[in-house]
């Protein structure tokens, strides 16, 4: 069973459009955050929800919003895409408790033209 | 803020070669230290992890202290394999915010 998933593996836009990722988790994990991968490699946290509500929100543009419908989903909508959000964007879940492990989803690959 | 140092790669390694990938961390407290691995077209999975000074995290043959002299969670494997071949991320959470903050990566590439 995937514990983490996101749709779609992997996303070719245009600058402009706008564009979701979804994110699911089966875990039971009351925790779930978006992490940005650059063409580097270097991961940097976005947002995290607790039990539907909000508690991390990096300095990210506000083309970016999280959606999280219940504790399983968190999604990622992105409007007006512009080419520097090309990346890969990863789910994860965890409980809330400091030190705990972090499940990663495979990733979504987005790319913008 | 808090950060997370780790080595330059890429790093290349014959098999059964031995293996440092060093890292340091400036937080304030008494973070806890991870290491993931991510394997080529995968997402990121915990390797092992430390919750306070002086733990050893251990998992697959790999190891890291937590030294807070130091500052550092070097990790370490005595022999590596092919399939160690992969990126690996040091980072670290403050208690009361369970924000991970990741390392640059570094990326192993070990030959047969």
């Known amino acids: 069973d995937t514990a983490v998933s996101q749709t779609p593996k992997y996303l070719v836009t245009q600058m402009g459009n706008d564009k979701s990722i979804k994110c699911e988790q089966n875990l039971g994990h009351d925790t779930m955050y978006w992490y940005k991968q650059d063409s580097k490699k270097f991961l940097k946290i976005m947002f995290s929800y607790n039990n539907k509500e909000l508690i991390i929100n990096e300095t990210v543009p506000n083309r970016f919003s999280p959606k999280s419908p219940d504790k399983a989903h968190l999604n990622l909508h992105i409007n007006s895409l512009e080419l520097g959000d090309s990346a890969v964007y990863f789910c994860?879940?965890?409980?809330?408790?400091?030190?705990?492990?972090?499940?990663f989803g495979p990733g979504t690959r987005l790319t913008v033209l | 803020g808090n950060s997370v140092t780790q080595m330059e790669g890429p790093v290349t390694l014959s098999e059964e070669a031995f293996l440092t990938i060093n890292c340091t961390y400036t937080?304030?407290?008494?973070?806890?230290l991870f290491w993931y691995v991510q394997y080529p077209g995968e997402g990121l999975q915990l390797l092992l992890k430390?919750?306070?000074?002086?733990d050893k995290g251990s998992n697959k043959g790999f190891e890291a202290t937590y030294r807070k002299e130091t500052t550092s969670f070097h990790l370490e494997k005595g022999s590596v394999q092919v399939s160690d071949s992969a990126v690996y991320f040091c980072a670290l959470t403050k208690g009361g915010s369970e924000k991970l903050v990741f390392g640059k990566g570094t990326k192993l590439t070990v030959n047969p």
């Open positions: 937080a304030t407290g008494y973070p806890s």
């Open positions: 430390a919750t306070k000074a002086d």
């Open positions: 994860a879940s965890s409980r809330y408790r400091a030190g705990t492990e972090q499940f």
